[in-house]
């Protein structure tokens, strides 16, 4: 249980979009919720619309898409 909860805390703590400061755990429940594509992602939360424009967070943000 620990593992979990350790697991909890630092997806919470990890930016995958650091410009927008959407965090990994945000960007999963917006997957859970039914965000099936990465398009849908960043329209929920807004990632990849920062100064970077995605270049950062687009890479992570397919890698959980995938998970």
Known sequence: MSENVNQEILD???KVC???A????SIKK????GADTLEKV???CGAG???CGGKR???KIKELLEL
């Open 12 to 14: 919470k703590l990890t």
């Open 18 to 20: 650091i410009c927008k």
């Open 22 to 25: 959407i965090s990994k755990a």
């Open 30 to 33: 917006i997957i859970a919720s």
């Open 42 to 44: 960043q329209k929920e």
């Open 49 to 51: 619309s920062g100064p």
């Open 57 to 59: 967070c687009t890479p």
